[in-house]
């Protein structure tokens, strides 16, 4: 019978380049070691807005609630509850201020409550 010699390479490591560390050599006690300068951005300052470039809010978008409003060509009790209340779903509580109103005949120049 012949013999075989097997031969295993590159199994030996060379741990000298990084020291191990283990739960025997960490001391939990110690603070942590302070941050570099490099681990933090200075802060950004920053200017304050020019108040000729600051836009001021447009009232007139603002819902309108009460009073009474004149009809539109185009105009739908949707279109006018979504305007004056932000919400086309209240188009029902118009129809409710306004006794006999007929959703599907509002005509231009009509002039409905709002309430």
């Not at 209340?85 to 509580?93: E, T």
């Amino acid at each position: 019978m012949g013999l075989a010699l097997l031969g295993v390479v590159g199994c030996q490591s060379d741990n000298t380049s990084k020291p191990s560390a283990d739960a025997s050599t960490l001391d939990l006690t110690a603070p942590p070691a302070a941050p570099t300068q490099e681990a933090y951005a200075p802060p950004v300052e920053t200017a304050a807005p020019d108040p000729a470039a600051v836009s001021t809010p447009n009232m007139s978008a603002a819902p309108i609630t009460g009073g009474s409003y004149t009809v539109k060509p185009g105009d739908t009790l949707w279109k006018i509850a979504a305007t004056h209340y932000g919400d086309g779903h209240k188009w029902k509580q118009i129809v409710d201020a306004n006794p006999g109103l007929e959703p599907s005949k509002l005509k231009i120049g009509q002039t409905i409550t709002l309430p």
